[in-house]
């Protein structure tokens, strides 16, 4: 090929390049309606999004149907369904159940990698649902300080947790959860912390599952009182949460 050929050549693929939509560091999350539904679908990048009643906003080079951020679409009269799939992924979910709410179910699936989620100041009226998959997971539940307290989160249905392999953690402030509760923390060294701002309405029905046997320092459960009949699991109980999925 002759200089002139390998110029052209060289222009043309620079063009082909700059027609072609680059994919965003962050990756692309999808944001549909299906049957009343709202639809979140993650890819196999490191995602980083914010779900607020105002806004689907993505963080980190994540980009939201290929926008910074849009608003909650029009249309949603049933769950909320989350699928981050692959990537070590970060979602806050901030739904007080106001402008934009959960209608009814809340189902999280984060997938396989270190992923982190929170849940402020969320309502859901009927199930919730989360599995984090397998990786060292954090799953952080609070409220929102208001004028003079906490705006607590609120869990009316079942609340159920499965987080598989994995150093993990789950931890809750200000939170309500009114009917059963299921958390099974599955294999490798865990941790759990409920502290005393949070009020379970079904003690009796709350079931926390630390998973497999563990060598030192094991899975560990912290909680203000011992309103818990159904541990299960666990090897240690630390006085405060600085136990991180079992990490001192």
Same mark, same amino acid.
């Given at each position: 090929?002759?200089? /002139?050929?390998?110029? /052209?050549?060289? &222009?043309?693929?620079?063009?082909?390049?700059?027609l072609s939509p680059l994919a965003a560091p962050g990756g692309n999350v999808r944001i549909s309606v299906e049957n009343g539904n709202l639809i979140?679908?993650?890819?196999?990048?490191?995602?980083?999004? /914010?779900?607020?009643?105002?806004?689907? @906003?993505?963080?980190?080079?994540t980009t939201i149907n290929g926008e910074r951020r849009i608003f909650p679409p029009e249309g949603v009269t049933g769950d909320i369904v989350i699928?981050?799939?692959?990537?070590?992924?970060?979602?806050?979910?901030?739904?007080?159940?106001? $402008? +934009?709410?959960?209608?009814?179910?809340?189902?999280? $699936?984060?997938?396989?990698?270190?992923?982190?989620?929170?849940?402020?100041?969320?309502?859901?009226?009927? !199930?919730?649902?989360?599995?984090?998959?397998?990786?060292?997971? /954090? #799953?952080?539940?609070?409220?929102?300080?208001?004028?003079?307290?906490?705006?607590?989160? *609120?869990?009316?249905?079942?609340?159920?947790? *499965?987080?598989?392999?994995?150093?993990?953690? &789950?931890?809750?402030?200000?939170? #309500? +959860?009114?009917? !059963?509760?299921?958390?099974?923390?599955?294999?490798?060294?865990?941790?759990?912390?409920?502290? !005393?701002?949070? *009020?379970?309405?079904?003690?009796?029905?709350?079931? +926390?599952?630390?998973?497999?046997?563990? *060598?030192?320092?094991?899975?560990?459960?912290?909680?203000?009182? @011992?309103?818990?009949?159904?541990?299960?699991?666990?090897?240690n109980f630390p006085d405060d949460c600085s136990f991180l999925g079992g990490r001192f």
């Amino acid at each position: 090929m002759n200089t /002139i050929s390998s110029f /052209i050549a060289i &222009l043309a693929l620079a063009g082909s390049l700059a027609l072609s939509p680059l994919a965003a560091p962050g990756g692309n999350v999808r944001i549909s309606v299906e049957n009343g539904n709202l639809i979140i679908q993650g890819d196999s990048r490191d995602n980083n999004i /914010i779900v607020t009643e105002g806004n689907i @906003t993505g963080r980190a080079g994540t980009t939201i149907n290929g926008e910074r951020r849009i608003f909650p679409p029009e249309g949603v009269t049933g769950d909320i369904v989350i699928n981050m799939r692959g990537g070590d992924d970060f979602v806050r979910v901030e739904l007080p159940g106001t $402008n +934009f709410a959960v209608q009814h179910d809340l189902e999280i $699936n984060m997938g396989a990698g270190d992923d982190i989620l929170e849940l402020l100041q969320v309502r859901v009226p009927e !199930e919730t649902r989360i599995d984090t998959a397998g990786g060292h997971d /954090i #799953i952080f539940i609070d409220g929102v300080l208001g004028v003079n307290d906490y705006i607590r989160s *609120e869990f009316t249905g079942k609340f159920r947790v *499965e987080t598989r392999s994995g150093e993990d953690l &789950l931890e809750f402030h200000h939170t #309500i +959860f009114s009917g !059963e509760v299921d958390v099974n923390l599955g294999s490798g060294v865990d941790g759990a912390c409920s502290t !005393e701002d949070s *009020e379970f309405l079904m003690p009796d029905q709350a079931v +926390f599952n630390g998973g497999p046997p563990n *060598e030192a320092p094991g899975d560990g459960f912290v909680a203000p009182s @011992t309103q818990f009949p159904n541990i299960i699991n666990f090897e240690n109980f630390p006085d405060d949460c600085s136990f991180l999925g079992g990490r001192f």
